[in-house]
């Protein structure tokens, strides 16, 4: 689960990581309270107001229709109010976005912390994340801090650092020193990073997360470290260990379709393509998409119904499914092992006719536990779904349906 970047912060917080201070505002009235709270409280001249929407590059994305930037530095209160104007309730146009961009709801008003100092303000990257590879945790860090880490891993691999940590013994001293070292710090920077970076794992593994992403980190030019961005991702699988956590979640940054498909128990994810698929466990999902392809189609959707398959979960993931304008086709590919396939066929038959007019058509996969009855009771329904055993006959259908043959 994705959460927005001043709810990673407060979370980074309260794990003892030194961060940017900010104050969320919903309105631009909202905006120069905070503005004012902030500068009175951090005796900051100037504040940032950042746009929050669950996707990175906003500092070089822009507002559509505008020059406007999804990061912007306020020199005023009168500034903040004229910049929030512009972002709250337009959309933001992001290289992770896409061409589509999100609608802005709410900004961070947050400190600006680049003040001049004894020494220039320096930005690193820090990140840690899972390496399923090793079945460690790996935290990497960087001094190209401020770009994209797939443009730095790109251009110039030997600039990332990376420390793993076995997950039988936890990281250790010598670790966090290694990595503060990479980054060539010294002095207070230096004992400042160690802090900063067993801080940041301690919150990492304690909320279960998938991936903490600080980037930038920055020193201060009083040799203060701390985090001025948090992309964080938690793992949804172990969200009811934190029910706190859980209220996180703000399902108006996801997609619609995927937030109901939640809602009636369904593992769904929507795709570019032309054929929706619904199926039962994961692995054959995937297996469904490849032969979709060799088809000459492209998904449209991973759809996981799971092994309790029945009338109501079809017709919710058929709605689902039709709710998406490019698909052309759908097939259903269902391995009877715990569900029954005769069953499924039922569900099949009564969801077409509680959605009705389905004006596309249908391929219904059956293999296993009454196979053979869920093929004559979706053949001998009079209704546009056409059935198959074999899953090369299943291919070879939507392959007329897409050309228009069958």
């Not at 795709?271 to 088809?295: E, P, W």
Request: hydrophobic residues 40%; glycine residues 10%.
């Amino acid at each position: 689960m994705n959460i927005h970047e001043y709810q990673g912060k407060e979370i980074l917080k309260h794990y003892g990581v030194r961060i940017q201070e900010g104050i969320v505002a919903e309105s631009p009235e909202k905006a120069v309270e905070a503005a004012k709270k902030i500068m009175a409280e951090t005796n900051s001249k100037f504040v940032v107001v950042k746009s929050q929407i669950h996707a990175g590059g906003r500092g070089k994305g822009k507002i559509r229709g505008t020059e406007q930037r999804g990061v912007q530095l306020a020199k005023s209160v009168d500034e903040v109010r004229d910049i929030t104007k512009n972002i709250i309730g337009n959309v933001l146009v992001t290289h992770q976005t896409g061409p589509e961009g999100k609608k802005v709801n709410k900004v961070l008003v947050a400190q600006d912390v680049y003040y001049p100092g004894a020494s220039e303000p320096k930005e690193y990257y820090i990140g840690i994340l899972l390496d399923r590879a090793r079945a460690c945790n790996v935290i990497m860090a960087s001094t190209e801090g401020g770009m994209d880490i797939e443009e730095v891993a790109e251009k110039s691999p030997e600039k990332i650092v990376k420390e793993w940590v076995d997950p039988a013994i936890g990281l250790q001293p010598f670790q966090v020193r290694n990595l503060a070292f990479a980054l060539g710090l010294k002095g207070d920077a230096f004992k400042e990073m160690v802090k900063f970076i067993s801080a940041l794992y301690r919150a990492y593994v304690e909320t279960d997360s998938s991936m903490f992403e600080i980037n930038p980190v920055l020193k201060t030019s009083d040799d203060k470290i701390l985090a001025v961005d948090a992309k964080v991702n938690l793992d949804d699988n172990a969200l009811y260990r934190h029910p706190d956590l859980q209220n996180l979640r703000d399902i108006t940054e996801e997609d619609p379709l995927e937030v109901e498909a939640t809602a009636n128990d369904l593992n769904y994810v929507k795709l570019d393509g032309n054929v929706g698929c619904m199926v039962n466990g994961a692995g054959l999902a995937m297996a469904t998409m490849d032969i979709i392809k060799l088809s000459g189609g492209e998904p449209a959707n991973f759809l996981d119904v799971g092994g309790g398959a029945n009338a109501k979960t079809v017709e919710a993931g058929f709605r689902i499914i039709l709710k998406d304008p490019n698909v052309k086709a759908i097939l259903i590919n269902i391995f009877g092992g715990i569900v029954r396939g005769d069953r499924v066929a039922t569900g099949v038959v009564e969801a077409y006719k509680a959605i009705g007019d389905i004006k596309v058509p249908i391929i219904v996969r059956l293999q296993g536990t009454n196979a053979e009855e869920g093929a004559r009771i979706i053949d001998e329904s009079g209704l546009k779904v056409f059935s198959a055993v074999q899953l090369k006959d299943a291919a070879e259908k939507v392959k007329q349906v897409l050309a228009g043959q069958a």
